[in-house]
């Protein structure tokens, strides 16, 4: 996963989930979610759809953009939305896989290592990567 995140972040230049997701051809849009959905990712007709609640911050919207990422990438025609409601299949194994595709995504190594030393927190630091507590704890995993 690390080696498909540096491929990605040399070619294009930039770790934006939003500019990756335009770059590498995945249809994102925003809307009012319900039932505390922050976001989605929907594989129909060929297409890579990134759902994402509109009443985010851009912070969470940022996290929950590299989430469904991860999914666009890693598990690009796999409908986890359709496994969930209609079968009975596990699907959290994508789900973990996603958030460790964001975080690694969102927290480069280079840049981490920068703040190596410092003594900061975890809350410190993922203020300063603006990540979620929970992002920068399953980076250090």
Same mark, same amino acid.
């Given at each position: 996963? $690390? *080696?498909?995140? /540096?491929?990605?972040?040399?070619? =294009?230049g930039? !770790?934006?989930?939003?500019?990756?997701?335009?770059? #590498?051809?995945?249809?994102?849009?925003t809307a009012?979610? $319900? *039932?505390?959905? /922050?976001?989605?990712?929907?594989? =129909?007709?060929? !297409?890579?759809?990134?759902?994402?609640?509109?009443? #985010?911050?851009d912070e969470?919207?940022?996290?929950?953009?590299?989430?469904?990422?991860?999914?666009?990438?890693?598990?690009?025609?796999? !409908?986890?939305?359709?496994?969930?409601?209609?079968?009975?299949?596990?699907?959290?194994?994508?789900?973990?896989?996603?958030?460790?595709?964001?975080?690694?995504?969102?927290?480069?190594?280079?840049?981490?290592?920068?703040?190596?030393?410092?003594?900061y927190?975890?809350?410190?630091?993922?203020s300063?990567?603006?990540?979620?507590?929970?992002?920068?704890?399953?980076?250090?995993?």
């Amino acid at each position: 996963m $690390k *080696d498909i995140i /540096r491929k990605i972040v040399k070619k =294009y230049g930039t !770790n934006d989930p939003f500019e990756l997701a335009d770059c #590498l051809g995945a249809i994102t849009i925003t809307a009012p979610l $319900k *039932d505390g959905t /922050r976001g989605f990712y929907d594989y =129909y007709k060929r !297409n890579g759809i990134i759902c994402i609640d509109e009443n #985010l911050s851009d912070e969470e919207a940022r996290m929950v953009c590299a989430h469904e990422l991860g999914h666009f990438i890693l598990h690009r025609k796999v !409908n986890s939305v359709l496994l969930k409601n209609t079968t009975f299949l596990n699907t959290n194994r994508y789900e973990i896989e996603a958030n460790r595709f964001a975080a690694y995504l969102l927290i480069p190594t280079e840049h981490l290592m920068e703040y190596a030393g410092y003594g900061y927190t975890i809350d410190q630091l993922a203020s300063i990567f603006s990540v979620s507590r929970e992002f920068m704890e399953l980076r250090f995993r």
